[in-house]
Nanobody
Framework: QVQLVESGGGLVQAGGSLRLSCAAFGSININTIGWYRQAPGKQRDLVAFITSADVTNYVDSVKGRFTISRDNAKNTVYLQMNSLIPEDTAVYYC?????????WGQGTQVTVSS
């Protein structure tokens, strides 16, 4: 079992920055870890992920603005979000692939005001 604990969401003005963190606890053998987001009335969509080989992938809408990184010693993944726009407003969910099973965090709200 893996527990994912997120932090770092909040309210920010357009053009501002936030950093999300997701710490993993439990029996850990995480390969891929990353973030999804879900805006009101919309489906949950992939934002970014990073593999155990530090290969990263981003959805086109956040490329050049968001950066994902991981600290393996702390079993933590970060999402640095810069140049935020109102369209980034959503609940952000951390996920991790551990021994072939997908785990989810509880979600953290990010609100970008115009």
């Amino acid at each position: 079992q893996v527990q994912l604990v997120e932090s770092g969401g909040g309210l920010v003005q357009a053009g501002g920055s936030l950093r999300l963190s997701c710490a993993a606890f439990g029996s850990i053998n995480i390969n891929t870890i990353g973030w999804y987001r879900q805006a009101p009335g919309k489906q949950r969509d992939l934002v970014a992920f990073i593999t155990s080989a530090d290969v990263t992938n981003y959805v086109d809408s956040v490329k050049g603005r968001f950066t994902i990184s991981r600290d393996n010693a702390k079993n933590t993944v970060y999402l640095q979000m810069n140049s935020l726009i109102p369209e980034d407003t959503a609940v952000y969910y951390c996920y991790a692939m551990n021994w072939g099973t997908r785990y989810w965090g509880q979600g953290t709200q990010v609100t970008v005001s115009s």
